[in-house]
């Protein structure tokens, strides 16, 4: 029996709708109400099955009374008394019947049987919800609710979606259930047919109060406890959500990841003193030289890892910054002129090895840095100081012997003479290599970070007298400037070419009819020379015909007239470049020229086959004089530029100062991994910092997308849980627990890459750098992260579990997450 007093109810607006309502209903039996008013109905059921909390009233059920309506009040009193039936939410389409019934609680099976049969469900067990018709769905609730044992039925006829035929059905069912709970319909005057007992309201008052039946049941006695969920449910939900939710929450746990490692790295990499690591290395290396870089200026920024040639400029700039005179290295910018200047025609591709050695000018080898020596270092232009390796490189065929670097060895190359384009210079002090006090020369200039300055301190190069390039012709005769050469034909590069000459008296070249000696060009036309011309596709006519000298030298001359005359008089584009990696940001030329003839090899022997085949050249252009005036400079260029010093303030401050401006960078030894895990990681650290910002801000936004969809995912579940008598508490908890279960999860995961990235940093710069102890306080960048991130996460989740709903928008009293 439930009797209810002083029961009011208000709209939206805060008009009554009922006012101190007070009535008595059975234990069984079929009661009928309705109104005069559509929303009236729905706080009416909703408020008698204990989903609603009216302003004042009081309700006695089982000797119970309820009187706070609050959370447990209500619970207790849906867990052992009132079953609600409205709308299709309590419907879950992809459940078979019997989960749907059992709502994964379980049940004796006898007891799902008999109730199974009672409805003519029981053929029905196995099939999906969503296969069954509208009548037989709706029995399918009612075996939920009988199975549970209610002692009323509550329905809110004008919130289900059956048609007017489908709820006579639906009450002809309810009427069978009479005589064992009591049923409230209440909203639709059809149900008069079937009741026993009719609740008629009109202006806020009961009007009329009609009993057919007056017989009431035994009082039944019931535990009075909530309805809880089971483990074995919250297991069920918890592998629901979790089939719903995997593949987003992977992708969350990426944008996690991805956030915690930049933002781990951005943050210890801003922190670092890279001019501290660099002196450190330094120090360890027993070195006290660094390589000084220019950075190409790109459409007016500098961009790292594009590099340019350092200019005089240049050089008066940096010895003003830095308070020392550098270290240069020059190298010319023809070889090929230079080389032609010196040993004439006859000897064009005669060489010495010397000639490719980088030249370094120094005053003396304690400001090359080098401790021993043997030997006196060069104090005229015509000696010359090299390293041990090297020295033994070019006199090995005068030795005859292994190389073991040893000071006899060394001291007997003492004044032995060697050619540098044809000039005999005399070696006066040989550096050993591999020595400690000679630490200098492991700067390597051919690792991460060097684009273009190729050349070492080991090998490859040779030491004077400072002023030495001055007074060579080799390098003082004009030159047009070091820059990259390519030639263009509409959309391809056709060739790319080393010299970029004046034209001379007695070149040989063939205009496509006739054979002509002669220099005479205009601004607009160019000869190309035979290296340039195998560049451009004739190698590989050439050396298929010549290899196994299956043509005489007539053919092969015609063969090379064919080629010469589809080229000659074409329009082509010629192309200088300062940077190689950049060739239109950096152009120094680009103009449209005609190729006036291409010139001859010397001969089509055998002989040049081997030196095409072996030894293939990029070959040259030449030009009139007016158009290369505005490129012509002296023949060389500065190849590589280093700054030496003993004193550790002196290197301080040119590394800050190198470090810190934007269009210079150091080079030290070991290089590439002082480059890419102190040096580029610092200049990227912002940008990684906004990386996991952005990372961060999307996995949150993946998150609450994650809360919102899953909530109304899983609304029904929720609902019908909590219609059967479960707290929304204890729903808001168990949805809470889940996610929060996921996140710390998914976060201890993310965690631990991001740790064992940052140690992958850490350990490389600590060991492999001989970075500061103090840098192992940075692996706790991860902890912090992981305790900031989380709070964050938290706040954000309460923000929107205060916006959210687990439970279907029907219900009026709905609490928020």
Known sequence: MLQVEGLTLYDRNHCILLSNACFRLPNYGFVSIYGDHEELHHLLAQSLAGVYSPNASRF???????????????SIYRSCFASFLFHDFQIIPDQTVYDNITMFENF????IQKELAFFQMEDKVTTLAEDLTPFEQWKMVLVRCMLRCPMMLVVDSESTPLAKEELMQLYSLLDMLKSRVLVVVIGDKQSIAYANRIIEIADGYILSDTHTNSHSFPQVNQIQQPYTLKQAQIEAFDEKLYHFIHWKLRLATVFLMLSFIALSVGLFSLNLDVTDIQMRLMENKQSSILAVEKLANLNGEYVDNYYDYLNENDVVALQKALGKKLILGYYPTDLKAARYSVYGSSQLYVTDILDEYTMIEADSAQELGFAKMYGSYPQAYDEIALPSTSAYRILKEVLNEPFYNTQEQCERMLGM????????????????????????????????????????????????????????EVLTMPAYQKTGKRLIYGDRIVAEFEGLRQGKVGMRYFDGEYHYTSSELEEDEILIDYDAALSMGFRASY??????????????????????????????TLQTYRVPLAPQATQTMNRVVRIKGIMLPRSFSYEDYERYYKKEGIGAIYASKEMLAAGITQNHYIKVAFFQSHEKKELKHALDYLNSHEGYDAFLTNDRILKFFVVDLHEVAIFLLILGGLAFLAFLYLYIFLLKSASSYIHKDCTIHYLLGETKSALRSLVIKYFQMVLWIRSLFSWLCAALTLMLFVFTIYFALYASITIMWSLTIPCILLFVGMLLVRIVMHIVFQRTTVLDEMLIDEERL
């Open 60 to 74: 006695i059920y089982n000797d119970q009374e309820m009187t706070l309506f609050d959370e447990k009040e209500r």
């Open 108 to 111: 004796p099976r006898y007891v």
């Open 417 to 472: 003479k060697v050619l540098w384009f044809g000039q005999p210079l005399t070696i006066t002090a040989i550096f050993p290599a591999y020595e400690a006090d000679n630490a200098n020369m492991e700067l390597q200039m051919h690792s991460y970070g060097s684009s273009l300055n190729q050349a070492k301190l080991m090998s490859g190069s040779f030491f004077v007298k400072r002023g030495f390039a001055k007074k060579q």
């Open 543 to 572: 050396l298929s015909c010549v290899k196994d000298q299956a043509i005489d030298v007539d053919q092969a001359i015609r063969l090379f007239e064919e080629f010469a005359e589809s080229w000659v008089g074409k329009e082509i």
